[in-house]
Structures are given as structure tokens and as C-alpha cells.
């Protein structure tokens, strides 16, 4: 599969992104101060192979452990690289990445480049790096063993199973605040409404960034509601923030009463569960075993909840207020297509954006009411 396939595919199944300590990103290139990724390759259909009572076999040799040498005798680029072999010979996406990652957060490090490689773990540091280790051979993504992830200028705590976020939804926050800044709107008292807040990602970034903003976020897990709540506190906007525990469908829209008022809000941003259902046994393991399926699947075609937030959109929206979703790529020529053939929505398709793989990823959509 040559490298441009690998992308389109990487970007097609929201593939699992994983940070490395590289100064520049190695898939958009850009500068980022904060924490890094690369794409994990497609296994299409492969599920973990062995799960943690398998590899807790390794280690029934005491002192050895799977390593199969002495650790108390290794520094830590000896450690690094003794880790970085066992994951590649287990087919551990990402290996070298993995394991630099967790000795650096053992050590309480963010960046493998901020540690001292000659220097040794204690004896906790090497029970705790063996623990995360084993977990990293499970497949468990490095973002839950971490229990944090930078997305934007923050850094949030993320928990299994609710979604990771993900660099293409930093560009999301990222065209937003373009559009809000090029319409005089840094400082106005903005009302923002978002569909699935997963980890609190969107909102809490927004919010940060417009400091007279408010939101509602909903979401249908409960999890995911309780970590947004977790990371706006700790982001000091929860104030700002109204997190309902919410199912967006056809009754709900109709009853609940953040909705029964209409024209209530001015934006309205959602990054939707859209993979179709014949991609959800492409997942990577990573995906497939730890993250919430509810995150992921977007039913047959994987429009269900975008056409059901497209509905919400037309309903609590102000006349000239926007709509952003994040979607899969085949999704941007469908919503028009939809909205063309709905004009009683009253929503108008304005533009599709791209991500940094050049995929048309984002759709802009404003509100007018007939005149
Ligand atoms: C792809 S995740 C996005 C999370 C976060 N906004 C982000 O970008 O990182 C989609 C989120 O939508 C939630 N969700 C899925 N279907 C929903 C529905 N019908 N109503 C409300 N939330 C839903 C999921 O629980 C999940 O947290």
C-alpha cells in the first residue's frame, strides 16, 4: 500500500494517533510546542491477539521479567531500547514511540528529550513502567495508559472508553476561531451548543478561547460526560459550561428542554460518530478493543447523527448561525446533497474544509430563515 493510500485510509477510520517528540508533526508539518503523533497502520479486521493474562506469562521468572535481563542494571536508554524490541517483535504500532513515552511519564516527564538516559528508574519506576508496558502489548492506546493527551494549548485527561481526541479536530477548533475572528466576534457573548463532547475537546478549547462564550455540551455517555466535566474544571471554564447527559434522536430533539427553545444558540459544532458500519471491522485494535463503539459508529452509511444534528441545527440555531462538523471524507458532497433536498431546514451549505491530509473533512453550514 503506498504512503498517500495509507493516509487517505489513516484519516477515513479516525486512526489512532500516537505522540512522539518530534519538533515537527511528520503528517502536517506543522510546528507544535506541545506533544506529537504519527498515524498507527491499518490491521484491518485484526483484533489483540493476546490479552493481559497472556502476557503476564512472560514475567513468571522473577527478577527477570519479560525483558529476560536484569533492569535494575539498565539505565534508561538501555530501557528504552530493551522495549522498544519487545514491541516490535509483539507488531506494537508505533514501538520506539511507546515505549520513550512511558519511561518519560514514569519518570514524570512529558518528553522523552526532557529525561536524562543514563540515569535509573527506581525500583517503583520499573514496576510501574513494566505495568504500562504490558498494557501497551494488550494494544491499550498510549493516550489511556498516559490518562492525558494535549489537544490544542491544553493538556486533558483522557479515560477509556471515551474518544481520544484527535489532531484533525484541533483544525476544527482551529477554522472556528478563524471565522469567529474575521467576524468581530472574539468578544461577544457567543452561545455554543455542542453534539458529543467526548472528552470536553471542542468545547473547553472554544470556551478558552472566547472568554465571554458559554456551551451547552451533550453527550449520550455518561463517561464522556463526567470527563468533560473533569477537564473543564480542571481548564477552570466549567463555569461556562452546561454538560447534559443527552441522547440526540427524534424525541429527544422534540422534548428535552435544551431544545424546545428555538434560535437559541449562535454555533452549533458537533465531531459526530460517522464511520459506516462496513468500516467498523477495519478498526485498528487500538480502536476497536478500548475506545466506546458509540464514538465511532455512524450507522449504515454513517450520516445518522449528523442527519439528526442537521435537524437540532435547523431548530435552535439563530437566523445566520453556523453549524461546523467534522466528518469522514465521502460525508461533505451528502450533507449538501441532503440539504439541497431539505430546504425546509433552512440550513445553507457555505463551504468544505480540508484536513492536513487534503481530505474534505470539515463543512461549514449557516441557518436563514426565510425572509
Ligand atoms: C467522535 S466522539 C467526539 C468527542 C469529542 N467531541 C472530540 O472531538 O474529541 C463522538 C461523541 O458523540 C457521542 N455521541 C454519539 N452519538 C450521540 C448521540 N446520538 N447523542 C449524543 N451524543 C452522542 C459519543 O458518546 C462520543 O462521545
Redesign the pocket.
Known sequence: MNRITQKVINSNLRLLHIITNLPVCTSCGSQKHHRYFHSMNVKSGTKGNFRIHDTLLHLTTPKRGILGGSLSSSNVGCLVDRWTNVFKNRKISEPKESAEYIIAHVQGSKMFHEIDKSSFLTAAQHKKMEELCLRRLDKEPIQYLLGEWDFCDMTLDVRQP??I??PE?EELVELIQQYLKTRGLENSALTIL??????G??AIALLKRFQKATCTS????ID?CELTTHNAVKQKVKDRLNVVH????KDTVEVHPEFTCTERYQLLVS???YIPTKDMTKLQPEIDLFE?P???HGGLDGLD?II?TLHIASKVLQDKGFLWL?VDSTHPAKVQRLLQDNKELNLHYVQTYQDFNKLERFCQIQKHLPV
Not at 455542542?194 to 472528552?199: M, N
Not at 451533550?218 to 455517555?221: K, N, P
Not at 443527552?246 to 434522536?249: A, Y
Open positions: 471515551v474518544f481526541p484527535r479536530t455542542e453534539v458529543g463532547c467526548g472528552s475537546a471542542i451533550i453527550d449520550r455517555s464522556a443527552l441522547e440526540l434522536n465531531n459526530p460518530p466506546d458509540c464514538a465511532l447523527t439528526r467534522e
